[in-house]
């Protein structure tokens, strides 16, 4: 039976164990949290005492981390240990920050793959992940049928940081989509229309997108706890993207739009709440009471 280690066992890490169990694939996981290593062994995984250890003997290490600090902490950890698998570096980071990670795994004589994913902490526990790979080809190759069992597609990008590149396109367009979605919503409501009938209709038309799908329920209940994308996480995210086309001279003026909404959002106190609670606010601003 193949075994897999995780190291950050959240909203993402947490459902993709689930996953890989649930198809007879061995999980050793580590997280600092120790309700999420309890959740873990729950769920029939091995819970590890350090990153190191959930290497031990395995072929793949996922990584899903929530910052560069994290990333920095668990490369120590896995370069100290006797194990040499895999490891798939699934957060969305600075490409910076993943490269340095990369080196100093390279001495130690580990290959590290860059694979951030698309998809929310909802479409993880229904597998409906598509993983953005890039690196060295022969590794990917080695480790790309272990994605399928908590993904259903991944694509192989070519040279290291690639995978970055691409999600951080992806991440943008989510950005907009996302609050694009709450001001239709809020448009609606305002309007005198029922809610659900508004996620039904415009889901079946062509002004849909897969934010709207996956967001606009939540919006519709008025409910964004447990949050699939925390706003204080994506937050992370928009500078990492923000910073990344800066460097490039490129001008994203739909995406810096939506940034004060989520400034504003996590300012209001929704940081811990799913980042469709960005229709709470615009509700709030538009004199919405339900």
Not at 31 to 45: F, I, Q, S, T, Y
Not at 47 to 67: H, K, M, R
Not at 150 to 157: C, D, I, K
Not at 165 to 180: E, G, P, T
Request: hydrophobic letters at 50%; proline letters at 5%.
């Amino acid at each position: 039976m193949a075994t897999v280690g995780i190291v950050g066992l959240g909203i993402m890490g947490g459902a993709m164990a689930k996953s890989l169990l649930a198809d007879g694939i061995a999980v050793r996981g580590y997280d600092v949290d120790a309700a999420r290593m309890k959740e873990l062994a729950a769920a029939g995984g091995t819970p590890a005492p350090s990153a190191a250890d959930a290497a031990a003997g395995v072929e793949l290490v996922l990584t899903s981390l929530p910052s560069a600090g994290a990333l920095d902490v668990t490369v120590a950890s896995l370069a100290g240990a006797p194990h040499r698998p895999v490891v798939a570096e699934l957060s969305t980071l600075p490409i910076p920050v993943k490269e340095r990670a990369r080196d100093r795994l390279a001495l130690a004589g580990i290959t590290l793959l860059d694979c951030p994913l698309s998809g929310t902490g909802a479409q993880a526990a229904t597998r409906d992940l598509v993983v953005y790979a890039s690196g060295e080809r022969a590794a990917y190759d080695r480790v790309a049928p272990l994605f399928a069992h908590f993904a259903r597609a991944s694509h192989y990008l070519g040279a290291f940081g690639n995978g970055s590149r691409m999600k951080f396109v992806a991440n943008l367009l989510v950005a907009v989509h996302n609050v694009a979605s709450a001001e239709a919503m809020v448009l609606g409501i305002k309007a005198g229309l029922d809610p659900d009938t508004i996620v039904k209709v415009i889901g079946s038309g062509a002004g849909t997108s897969k934010v709207f799908e996956l967001r606009a329920p939540l919006m519709a209940k008025n409910s964004y706890r447990p949050a699939t994308m925390k706003i204080d996480i994506w937050q992370k995210d928009m500078s990492v993207i923000a910073e990344f086309a800066k460097a490039l001279g490129v001008e994203t003026p739909t995406f810096s739009a939506t940034a004060p909404i989520y400034d504003a959002a996590q300012a209001d106190g929704m940081g811990p709440d799913d980042t469709a609670a960005v229709c709470a606010l615009l509700e709030k601003r538009s004199g919405v009471k339900r």
